[in-house]
C-alpha cells in the first residue's frame, strides 16, 4: 500500500502564480485535511474534508481552495500565490481514528 | 477553542538520560489524545492513541501517559536514533478537525 501520496514534492512559484497540490490516498478513509507547517508554527489546519464532495474551512483557509471530487483525492488549490504561502504541506487521512501523513510538498513563493 | 500546548520548545539530553514531554490540552469531549513522531524532511508518523485518564501505552524506549488535563510522552534511557520533533494532537467534532501542537523538538547527544 502506498498510503498517502502528495505530489509535487518541491515547487518553486512566483507571486500571482497558480498551482495545485494532489493528495492521494489508498486506505478508502472518509476524512481527509490539509495542513501548512512553519518554523514555530507548528501544524495549522488550512481545509478538512468528511467526505467526498464536501469540504471545510480549518484554522488558516485564506488564499486556499479545495474539491474532494473523488474519496480518494483531496485537492488543494492557491489561485494567486503569494511569499506568506511559502510553507511545507502535508495532507493526512484517517477513517476515525489516527492520522497518516504523506511526505509533504514543500512551496516556495519568490 | 480547542487548544494544545507543548513543553519543552526544545530538549537536548545525553544518551541514556531520562526526561518526560509535556502536553496540556483544552478541548470538550475528550476523544483522544495522539502522539507522533515527526523527523526532518518527513510527515509526522504515528505513535499512541490514548483515550481515557489513566491509561498508558509504551513502545520500546517511549511511554505515554493522561490525565484528564495533560499527557506525558517519557522517554527512557534514550538514544540518538530518537531524536526528533515530538507531537500531540486532539480531535475535536469527532474527526472534523485534528489539533496539533508546536512540538518538542528532542536531541540526544552520544
Known amino acids: 500500500n502506498a498510503g498517502v501520496t502528495q505530489t509535487p514534492k518541491f515547487r518553486v512559484l512566483k507571486t500571482g502564480q497558480s498551482m495545485t497540490l494532489l493528495c492521494a490516498q489508498d486506505?478508502?478513509?472518509?476524512?481527509m485535511y490539509w495542513y501548512r507547517q512553519d518554523p514555530g508554527m507548528g501544524l495549522r489546519l488550512i481545509h478538512y474534508?468528511?467526505?467526498?464532495?464536501?469540504?471545510a474551512k480549518g484554522e488558516v483557509p485564506d488564499g486556499y481552495n479545495v474539491s474532494r471530487l473523488k474519496k480518494q483525492n483531496f485537492l488543494l488549490g492557491l489561485e494567486s500565490a503569494a511569499p506568506s504561502q511559502t510553507s511545507v504541506y502535508f495532507c493526512?487521512?484517517?477513517?476515525?481514528?489516527?492520522?497518516?501523513f504523506g511526505e509533504g510538498s514543500r512551496l516556495t513563493v519568490l | 477553542e480547542d487548544q494544545v500546548t507543548q513543553s519543552p520548545e526544545a530538549l537536548r539530553l545525553q544518551e541514556g538520560e531520562s526526561s518526560s514531554l509535556n502536553c496540556s490540552y483544552t478541548v470538550s469531549g475528550l476523544r483522544g489524545l495522539f502522539w507522533y513522531r515527526q523527523d526532518p524532511g518527513k510527515g509526522p508518523e504515528f505513535l499512541f492513541t490514548?483515550?481515557?485518564a489513566g491509561e498508558e501505552k509504551e513502545k520500546e524506549r517511549l511511554k505515554a501517559t493522561l490525565t484528564k488535563k495533560e499527557s506525558f510522552l517519557h522517554i527512557t534511557a534514550p538514544k540518538p536514533e530518537d531524536s526528533a520533533t515530538y507531537l500531540c494532537?486532539?480531535?475535536?467534532?469527532?474527526?472534523?478537525?485534528?489539533?496539533f501542537g508546536t512540538g518538542t523538538k528532542l536531541q540526544v547527544i552520544p
Open positions: 490514548l483515550y481515557s
Open positions: 474534508s468528511v467526505g467526498e464532495g464536501t469540504t
Open positions: 493526512a487521512s484517517t477513517y476515525s481514528g489516527e492520522l497518516f
Open positions: 486506505m478508502n478513509h472518509e476524512y
Open positions: 494532537a486532539v480531535p475535536s467534532g469527532g474527526y472534523q478537525k485534528v489539533t
